[in-house]
C-alpha cells in the first residue's frame, strides 16, 4: 500500500499563488501514476491533473489549464508530487487531495486533504 500526506494549503488572495506537496511513501515501487483532486462544498470531487510516476506525462482538468503544473520528484527517495497553483481564483477553493494509481488503473489510495480557500 501507499501513503498519502500533502501539505501547503492555506489562504490566498484572487491572482495570487499556492504550491501542494504531496509526499508518497511505502509501496513506492507500484505507482503508476500520482493525481490532484479537489472537492467544493456542495460538489462532487473533481480530477484536476496528473503525472505518470516513471515517464512524467501529464494531464489537466480545462478548468486549471494554463493556470496548474503538476510536477513530480521521485529520485533520491523523495517520492513527491507537487501542485503549484498561478492565477487563483475564488472557484479554485476546495479541499484539495493527492491520489495514486498504485498497480491499478484507477486511484486507490488517498491522502488525507488540504484546504485551500481563494478570496475574491
Known amino acids: 500500500q501507499v501513503q498519502l500526506v500533502e501539505s501547503g494549503g492555506g489562504l490566498v488572495q484572487a491572482g495570487g499563488s499556492l504550491r501542494l506537496s504531496c509526499v508518497a511513501s511505502?509501496?513506492?515501487?507500484?505507482?503508476?501514476?500520482m493525481g490532484w483532486f479537489r472537492q467544493a462544498p456542495g460538489k462532487e470531487r473533481e480530477f484536476v491533473g496528473g503525472?505518470?510516476?516513471?515517464?512524467?506525462?501529464?494531464?489537466?482538468a480545462d478548468s486549471v489549464k494554463g493556470r496548474f503544473t503538476i510536477s513530480r520528484d521521485n529520485a533520491n527517495a523523495k517520492n513527491t508530487v507537487y501542485l503549484q497553483m498561478n492565477s487563483l481564483k475564488p472557484e479554485d477553493t476546495a479541499v484539495y487531495y493527492c491520489?495514486?494509481?498504485?498497480?491499478?488503473?484507477?486511484?486507490?489510495?488517498w491522502g488525507q486533504g488540504t484546504q485551500v480557500t481563494v478570496s475574491s
Open positions: 503525472i505518470t510516476w516513471s515517464a512524467g506525462r501529464t494531464s489537466y
Open positions: 491520489a495514486v494509481r498504485a498497480d491499478s488503473p484507477n486511484y486507490n489510495s
Open positions: 511505502g509501496s513506492i515501487f507500484s505507482i503508476n501514476a
